[in-house]
């Protein structure tokens, strides 16, 4: 869930009196924004500081702009259009065709969901020291939200993260997803407990190693620290979670039938292979990738995907060469298998993690699962594909209450694509509408 196309921001003023433009780049990790008068220039990466970058030198000659950071090693060329500015831009070795429209003002993000002080909930601590199966000593913590000013005992939600180590908001793009839900779930009388990931926050241990076997510790610790809690009916404490930590819930009740119900949002239903190969597909048709490419593409990533761990960069080169001979440059960089590619597969590959989650399978944790069990996907969701997961989940645990949510993505943010690039352009945090089938299931059993 966690490698994900990122923003560029910038604004081009081109007369004296200054004027904004936007670009969104799909590849980058990095958010500028450029601010261009008739005798100065301006550089920010607004998402990192309000300081700026110094602009080396520009040229704006006809219709024709160019522009370069050599503090940054960045160069733009961009050619004036009707609707703005379009050309390229590139750092080092990174080149990308980039579109311009104008706009107001400086790109900022807007969370409009996101509570602000004072919440409708009451905040406890809850934290919890314990030595895992690899012997690593862990310290968890983590938020529990109770519904303000209620003495009552409450139905509880632990909530679980997706891949990657993230905080106890599950942030990214400066969306709150897991913050967005307690508040609404308070509201609605459901208490929810969501932790800082180890190595994260207030959380400590080893991440490195960690795969979603070692996370499911974490996970089933936190359960049990807030069982006890005077604020807590543990006869309705239920463990659910986002993309990973769909597939960390089951696993968690399979074997601990303190468990009162499991919610799976984006979770998966196939093997850790099968999710990566549906999301690679997804993703590429998305991004407008032909029929043929397409197919090539797959035929290689499963290639790639089943090769032993400990594969030398050699062999995953030899794997992609095969593939892709005969095909131009360009058509290599589309299907992404360009110039590095055989070293950022074994890398990945090489991971812990990422050798556990390929020979993951829900086959082996969801038949024993006996408490009450919601799955929730979004239908235009590219990363943990609706149909195909929703189905196997429904067909390994008949009892799961399986649901498509039409329109929506891997995060649950309404969308156009499903893309990932989209997740930070988005203003909505999560559907209202999925909200709601969470709780109204809750608040059923």
Not at 99 to 119: E, G, K
Not at 363 to 385: F, I
Not at 422 to 434: K, S
């Amino acid at each position: 869930m966690k490698k994900i196309a990122l923003l560029i921001l910038l604004g081009l003023g081109l007369t004296a009196q200054a004027q904004w433009y936007t670009g969104m780049s799909q590849k980058t990790g990095l958010a500028l924004c450029i601010h261009l008068t008739d005798s100065a220039a301006e550089l920010y990466s607004p998402m990192q500081t309000t300081d700026p970058i110094p602009v080396s030198g520009w040229s704006l000659q006809g219709d024709k702009l160019t522009l370069e950071c050599k503090s940054i090693g960045l160069k733009m060329n961009l050619t004036r259009h009707e609707d703005g500015w379009r050309g390229y831009w590139k750092q080092g070795l990174f080149k990308e065709d980039i579109t311009l429209l104008p706009t107001d003002t400086l790109f900022t993000l807007r969370r409009p969901q996101t509570p602000q002080p004072p919440y409708r909930f009451d905040e406890d601590t809850v934290s919890v020291d314990y030595t895992d199966s690899q012997g690593n000593q862990v310290h968890l913590e983590g938020t529990l939200s109770v519904p303000r000013g209620s003495a009552l005992r409450h139905p509880c939600l632990v909530l679980v993260s997706g891949s990657g180590q993230q905080n106890r908001d599950e942030e990214i793009f400066q969306h709150k997803p897991f913050l967005v839900l307690a508040d609404y779930l308070a509201s609605r009388g459901i208490a929810v407990l969501r932790y800082d990931d180890r190595g994260v926050g207030a959380s400590t241990g080893d991440a490195e190693h960690g795969t979603t076997a070692l996370f499911s510790e974490d996970a089933e610790a936190m359960f049990r620290a807030v069982k006890g809690n005077k604020h807590i009916d543990p006869a309705r404490l239920g463990i659910g979670g986002h993309s990973e930590g769909g597939a960390i819930a089951p696993m968690v009740a399979a074997r601990n039938k303190e468990v009162k119900f499991v919610v799976m949002l984006a979770g998966q239903g196939c093997t850790g292979r099968d999710v990566l190969l549906q999301q690679n597909e997804a993703i590429y048709r998305a991004a407008g990738l032909g029929d043929s490419l397409l197919a090539l593409r797959q035929a290689c990533m499963r290639e790639l995907l089943a090769m032993p761990a400990g594969s030398s960069q050699k062999d995953y080169k030899a794997v992609i060469d095969r593939h892709t001979a005969g095909l131009t440059k360009e058509q290599v960089d589309s299907i992404g298998f360009g110039r590095g590619a055989a070293a950022t597969m074994k890398q990945q590959m090489d991971l812990p993690w990422m050798q556990t989650f390929l020979t993951l399978d829900p086959a082996d944790y969801l038949p024993q699962v006996t408490c009450p069990v919601l799955a929730l996907n979004g239908g235009k969701d590219s990363q943990v594909l609706a149909r195909p997961n929703l189905d196997r989940v429904k067909q390994l645990c008949p009892r799961a209450d399986c649901r498509e949510l039409p329109g929506l993505n891997h995060l649950f943010q309404h969308c156009t694509t499903g893309s990932p690039d989209e997740y930070i352009l988005i203003e909505e945090t999560f559907a209202p509408e999925a909200l709601q089938a969470l709780a109204d299931w809750i608040l059923k059993l």
